[in-house]
């Protein structure tokens, strides 16, 4: 599964103003999702593991080359954290910052609500691992987000903006 938050920093407050997600698509669908809503992007956020070559496929590209030769720009890797549990603190500690769009983000927002622990059998408890389901690539992909976002570029005013965007 693949799932993209749409954010925007506004002064100091994130705004996340729509998701997409799909299983199974190739990442031309996405890319062309993106392009249909129109904005105008900065940087993109993939996983750690986005750098690397696909082993067995027919074309040995690593997702983040696959996106840039369908005109995805401005791609940056979140590093991978040592200690799962530091990423989600990261994103329990980005909420107070973000305010989201309740319709165009309620499928990520169900996502969100419903990211939880594996339960233990033998243990009878939660354990420290995130539980691997329909609502963890919609939480994972928040995450890149809390993990990975930095507001470090200085915005040009709307006149200098080029072709490069922000």
């Known amino acids: 599964g693949t799932a993209i938050w749409l954010h925007q920093r506004v002064g ?9 997600e799909g299983w199974g698509e190739p990442y ?3 890319v062309s999702e993106l392009q249909k809503t129109g904005y105008v992007f900065g940087r993109h956020f993939l996983p750690h593991d986005a750098g690397h070559v696909r082993q067995g496929m027919i074309v040995s590209l690593s997702p983040k080359a696959m996106l ?12 991978r954290v040592d200690d799962i549990s530091h990423g989600i603190q990261a994103t329990r500690d980005a ?3 973000c305010w989201f769009d309740e319709a165009a983000c309620k499928d990520g927002l169900v996502h969100l609500d419903s990211y939880k622990k594996q339960w233990s059998t033998t243990g009878q408890r939660f354990t420290d691992i995130p539980k691997h389901d329909e609502h963890s ?7 890149q987000f809390a993990q990975g976002y930095k507001d470090e570029q200085v915005h040009k ?5 080029g072709s490069e965007g922000w």
């Open 12 to 20: 100091q407050y994130d705004n996340f103003i729509g998701f997409i």
């Open 28 to 30: 031309a669908y996405f």
């Open 68 to 79: 840039e030769q369908l005109g995805l720009k401005n791609i940056e890797i979140v590093q």
């Open 95 to 97: 909420f107070s910052t």
């Open 137 to 143: 690539e919609g939480a994972d992909s928040y995450r």
């Open 157 to 161: 005013p709307i006149g200098e903006i």
